[in-house]
């Protein structure tokens, strides 16, 4: 059996042709970054552009910023806004495949930002049967009714999510907690094509500058 040349064996090594051959998981990591970097620079080639990138991010990781990327000479800010944003895209991935919702305080948690806008947006989480986040999604944005929260609207995403529950919620710029007739008339109609649709409802919280009110443990849901 012939010895493969050395342009054959670089050919092979190369970070691309190592991800078709071997898959994603068997690069390191200044090879994966190698692939999303493409190309080095004048003077300074793709692999010791990434070695350089993947030291910053072992030595200070949680304190990343594109100030601290520009700063490694042959990374412009281009590339540098490209990894950043990979790195967020994958941070807000993992959070979110770990965060479980066990009680109305993580779901006032969760959308704590809603709390004090000065429209009312309608939101919906969709969760796993281990009650973890799937998805957090604004489903209108305005006065809560019927008409503008539709079942089909609310649960459609349910469905492609394969969600088992979901958790509704909307805040109430008056900075009021009770929940009105509307909004029970709403939690009613949506528990009710949950239970057909076999996506339960589990609870409709209310947010505001003052806190929060969980119609299930209201009694409501």
Known sequence: MFMKSINELYKHDRPREKLLA????????YELLAILLGSGTQGKDVIKLSKEIVKLLDDDFESLTLNRLVEIHGLGRTKAMQILSAVELSRRYLIKQNIKITSAEDV????QEYANKKQEH??????DGASHIIEKRIISIGTLNQSLVHPREVFADAVSDRAAGIIIAHNHPSGQLEPSIEDKRVTKRLKEVGTIMGIELLDHVILSKEGYLSLREEGLV
């Open 22 to 29: 071997k898959g994603v998981a068997a690069l390191k990591e």
């Open 108 to 111: 006032h948690r969760e959308l």
């Open 122 to 127: 309608f939101l919906v989480i969709t969760l």
